[in-house]
């Protein structure tokens, strides 16, 4: 199957926009659930001005929150998929600014020293594209995650001693879940990434910060992880928007790999309550959205 480019570029475009003005059903989903779950008063307050704020800005087309992010597309390649990888990245670089420009976006993405911001959502080494593979035949698809500067900014790592064990992973998930507070905009799905290396650890806590609700580490063990923490995180008592409650975080998710047997490194990437993403599948029957 061949990709036509153009429709790649378009496709970029639109699912920027789409990521930003809808919210995916699954973190609907989870506002349910925490609001049937939370007993404090103030939380509970707070959890339905978000609902309301979701459902005004879908009503109305608007975007969901003012941060348009850091553009993140994650494009995974089938089998018997031909494209010309660097024009892929050129036509989502297209893409992502054109969104900005023609619809328009706020650009809240600046040079890391001079702070200069060329009003496209994109610079050096952003959009951030990332791409894999899976044995799907004929099948291109591309996720796109604007990711929000609050939420970005509560991300940590820690290089552990594997002789401290799980009890260290436990310790330190909670801690920065604590030293976060409201600055993640709680309700968080908490993205814990173990394993491999700090480069690796850190882009597995981001990938399990933006998987869907309801998904679970393939690992079981991790999976067993998983299950321990999101109850621990919601005795805390952070809260929506760290103001106190049962529904400081969705959900706790894990990803890990393999690491070297004298390390243990942990990361921790959380996602805030607009939990947003969108996704564009290519198959040779046409392009479909969807979350």
């Known amino acids: ?42 939380a509970q307050s707070l959890l339905g001005t978000m609902v309301r704020n979701i459902a005004v800005a879908e009503q109305t087309d608007n975007l969901l929150c003012q941060d348009t992010g850091i553009p993140i597309y994650n494009v995974t390649l089938g089998r018997d998929v031909q494209v010309d990888g660097v024009e892929l990245q050129q036509a989502l670089v297209r893409g992502c600014a054109r969104a900005t420009r023609e619809y328009p976006l706020r650009s809240s993405v600046v040079h890391p020293l001079t702070r200069k911001n060329e009003h496209t959502s994109c610079g050096i080494g952003v959009p951030v594209i990332h791409i894999g593979f899976d044995a799907t035949p004929e099948t291109l698809t591309i996720e796109m995650i604007p990711k929000g500067s609050g939420s970005e900014n509560g991300s940590f790592l820690r290089m552990a001693v594997p002789a401290e064990g799980v009890d260290a992973i436990k310790t330190f998930v909670i801690d920065s879940v604590l030293a976060a507070g409201g600055k993640t905009c709680p309700p968080t799905i908490v993205g814990v990434g173990l394993g491999g290396t700090s480069d690796l650890v850190v882009a597995l806590a981001k990938r399990a910060a933006t998987r869907a609700l309801g998904s679970t580490c393939a690992d079981p063990d991790g999976a067993a992880l998983e299950r321990q923490l999101s109850a621990a995180v919601n005795q805390l008592g952070v809260g929506p928007q760290g103001l106190g409650g049962d529904s400081t975080a969705f959900a706790v998710h894990i990803e890990l790999a393999a690491t070297h047997i004298t390390m243990n490194p942990i990361a921790v990437n959380m996602q805030c309550h607009s939990a947003r993403r969108a996704r564009a599948t290519f198959t040779p029957a046409g392009v479909s959205y969807g979350f």
């Open 1 to 42: 199957m061949n990709i036509d480019l153009q429709a790649v570029e378009d496709a970029a475009k639109a699912l920027y926009i789409r990521a930003l003005k809808v919210l995916p059903p699954d973190i609907k989903d989870g506002f349910t659930r925490l609001q049937q779950q939370e007993s404090g008063a103030t």
